[in-house]
């Protein structure tokens, strides 16, 4: 099987941009979709990516996802950081189905 | 508005069995939807535990697997877990989701269960 790594934690300012990456240690990361949840402090997570780029409706635009084959990785991009944006994010993918999640990044905007 | 809404008992001793049902209301668990077992320990990531289709087909997380049954019961829209030989290690908040083309769509707000004498 294979494991999603993500950074532990990340910070920025309010109004900047912010990315954070997920790496496949085995397989193509091309080869199945990558999902991202945020998860605000008591609360369940939600849906903000999936299928690797594709925004839910009610997710701003702020929020973009995208992957790189030459790195392997993935990666969720927001932009214009707001404070209700400080929260952590989970990557998520699957093979021969079974689910893996990335170990999560914990997003300060300070 | 789908809602899922998880249940059954917060404390289980060691060596027992974790049982929590959710309960699927504004929609039909008969959808072309698998229906998903995820947990969190405290301070901790999220584990997906496995997953049930209606007509019974499963798959399962494969470190969980000796230990996990999940089950479905349509008369009731809704599904059930099972996780045997439970430890202090299973303490987590059980999350039970609704799941399309591997991503979850609905989350349940999610039960804490801890392991402990």
């Known amino acids: 099987n294979f494991m999603l790594t993500q950074p532990h934690s990340v910070s920025e300012s309010p109004g900047k941009t912010v990315t954070i990456s997920c790496t496949r240690s085995?397989?193509?990361?091309?080869?199945?979709?990558v999902q991202w949840y945020q998860q605000r402090p008591g609360s369940s997570p939600t849906t903000v990516i999936y299928e690797d780029n594709q925004r839910p409706s009610g997710v701003p635009d702020r929020f973009s996802g995208s992957i790189d084959s030459s790195s392997n990785s993935a990666s969720l991009t927001i932009s214009g950081l707001k404070t209700e944006d400080e929260a952590d994010y989970y990557c998520q993918s699957y093979d021969s189905s079974n689910w893996v999640f990335g170990g999560g990044t914990k997003l300060t905007v300070l | 508005q789908v809602q899922l809404q998880e249940s059954g008992p917060g404390l289980v001793k060691p060596s027992g069995t974790l049982s929590l049902t959710c309960a699927v209301s504004g929609g039909s668990i008969s959808s072309s939807n698998w229906w998903s077992w995820i947990r969190q320990p405290p301070g901790k990531g999220l584990e997906w535990i496995g997953e049930i289709y209606h007509s019974g087909s499963t798959n399962y997380n494969p470190s969980l697997k000796s230990r996990v049954t999940i089950s479905v019961d349509k008369s009731k829209n809704q599904f059930s877990l099972k996780l045997s030989s439970v430890t202090a290690a299973d303490t987590a908040v059980y999350y039970c989701?609704?799941?399309?083309?591997?991503?979850?769509?609905?989350w349940g707000q999610g039960t804490l269960v801890t392991v402990s004498s």
């Open positions: 085995s397989g193509s990361i091309a080869s199945n979709y």
């Open positions: 989701a609704r799941t399309i083309t591997a991503m979850v769509d609905y």
